[in-house]
């Protein structure tokens, strides 16, 4: 992780570094989900789920030992002047994430490596070569992929249909940065395919970057095949059990919230559900944060269990962002 690309989350509103660690990985909590959406960067959620906590800490201790960030209230950083002027000399090598969204999409990196594998295995097809080191080990991609593939080389211009699936999809893609040029260059086929360090000189961004934008092309491609999935036949079969992700609200407060929308008081949702109380708070913390229809007024009707300052203080925290 490059300085730069930890300096990218700071603001001049005053904010923790480690809520910032925790969405990057995906750790969900009320505190993490709650730091995310305040200060604008709750749509990295699990944007980076093997980033290193030792990485991540060893660069933020570069930021405050360079005074790019600096400590304005208790374990609260913000931008200092050098830092703004070093995120104005180098905000080119870094892609801020614009279509992707963690909590509302599918799991990527699965999807990444069936369409990578597809590519190569097709690839490869076409120039009779049949030794060669897959781009992925996974099992279970590689017995989709290999399914996929039986169902479809017989077919005439299989290869030549696929490439132009491909390449409807990457002319959807952003103009504004090299988005589909970048696409296309990290796949990897018959005697193509280029390494990290080269994909790095060629299109100038940080390596965390690089994956921030490969995350918005993937998810480009997922509203395609949800919207015109006629067009791309072949790569909605490839990928059509990955493509439908659940509800952000995770299942056990969906339960809650059910039987509050049902108009139960909070003190007998737990007593039904045999949680404890603080449970059913922090379900409800959730669903606000995580639902836009959420209905504080009822809240105040049906929130019978004694005050809590910490329930109370986050609720109205929502609701501000809200207004």
Avoid: C
């Amino acid at each position: 992780m490059d300085k730069i690309d930890l300096l990218s989350f700071f603001n001049q509103q005053p904010q923790r570094i480690k809520p910032i660690f925790y969405v990057l990985i995906g750790k969900r909590t009320i505190s993490n989900l709650l730091a995310g959406r305040r200060n604008h960067y709750l749509n990295y959620f699990r944007a980076a789920p093997t980033l290193a906590q030792t990485t991540f800490n060893r660069t933020a201790d570069v930021l405050i030992q360079e005074a790019l960030i600096t400590e304005t209230a208790p374990e609260n950083y913000s931008l200092t002047v050098k830092g703004k002027q070093y995120w104005q000399d180098n905000q080119a090598y870094v892609y801020r994430l614009k279509k992707y969204d963690g909590l509302f999409v599918p799991d990527l990196d699965v999807i990444d490596q069936l369409l990578g594998l597809a590519v190569q295995v097709t690839s490869n097809f076409v120039h009779g070569q049949t030794h060669y080191i897959p781009v992925s080990n996974a099992w279970l991609v590689q017995r989709r992929v290999q399914h996929w593939f039986q169902s479809y080389k017989k077919k005439p211009d299989f290869a030549q249909q696929f490439m132009e699936e491909l390449a409807f999809w990457l002319a959807q893609l952003p103009t504004a940065q090299p988005n589909a040029d970048y696409m296309a260059a990290t796949f990897q086929g018959y005697r193509v395919g280029w390494s990290d360090l080269a994909l790095t000189d060629m299109f100038g961004l940080t390596p965390l970057s690089q994956h921030f934008m490969r995350l918005d092309n993937l998810t480009n491609l997922l509203w395609l095949l949800k919207q015109k999935q006629q067009v791309l036949p072949m790569i909605y079969t490839l990928l059509k059990p990955t493509i439908y992700t659940q509800n952000p609200i995770s299942i056990s407060a969906q339960k809650t919230w059910l039987l509050f929308e049902q108009g139960y008081p909070l003190s007998r949702i737990a007593a039904r559900r045999h949680l404890k109380p603080s449970t059913i708070r922090e379900h409800l913390l959730e669903v606000a944060l995580l639902n836009d229809q959420f209905d504080f007024k009822r809240l105040i009707r049906q929130d019978d269990l004694p005050v809590n300052a910490y329930f109370t203080e986050r609720m109205q925290s929502i609701q501000e962002m809200e207004q």
